[in-house]
């Protein structure tokens, strides 16, 4: 499958970082610091455009447990709920994140319509690529790489969210 560069993608700023879209049309994004989860991706995909959520197992992510967030969004795409949230992942929004949260409760002048961000991702189907700084209150100063990845439900409509976190670097350069 080809792989999309970081220029081709659509970019759009936000007031704590960057967010891009990936159409799957046009093929998996050239992520290095996500090579692995990505690669992965592909291979559930089988085939299929987006892969079945069923498709992954919990050994499937071995080395990235902490920082993972599985989100099940309504059949409509008015919101979803928080399923899986990895420590990690947790830690990095300082406790503003739990299991059984949902998406609209995140809303913040930082992060601006995040229903909105996942509904398009899942309506298209394309991959999300957040990087910038945390939204939460006293974690501004922290920056992150943030992968969203589409997947089906057992009725075959895109409703899940694989989400993978990294902290960056303070000496990357950005």
């Known amino acids: 499958m080809l792989r ?20 799957l049309e046009a093929g998996l994004p050239d992520l290095p610091i996500f090579k692995e989860v990505i690669d992965l991706y592909a291979r559930k995909c089988g085939g299929a455009r987006v892969p079945q959520r069923s498709a992954f197992d919990f050994k499937d992510l071995r080395g990235w447990h902490a920082q993972f967030c599985l989100t099940l969004f309504r059949e409509d795409m ?18 503003a994140l739990w299991q059984g949260m949902r998406m609209s409760q995140t809303d913040h002048l930082k992060l601006p319509d995040l229903v909105g961000y996942f509904s398009e991702m899942l309506r298209r189907p394309a991959i ?7 939204p939460s209150e006293g974690r501004e100063h922290v920056n992150v790489d ?3 990845l589409p997947a089906l439900d057992a009725d075959g409509r895109c409703r899940y969210v694989l989400s993978f976190i990294r902290e960056q670097s303070p000496y990357r350069g950005d």
């Open 128 to 134: 999300g690529y957040f990087t910038g700084g945390l």
């Open 78 to 95: 008015s919101d979803g709920e928080i399923r899986i949230l990895g420590e990690g992942y947790r830690g990095l929004y300082d406790g």
């Open 4 to 23: 999309q560069s970081l220029e081709r993608a659509e970019r759009i700023n936000r007031p704590a970082g960057r967010v891009y879209y990936f159409p």
């Open 146 to 148: 943030i992968l969203d």
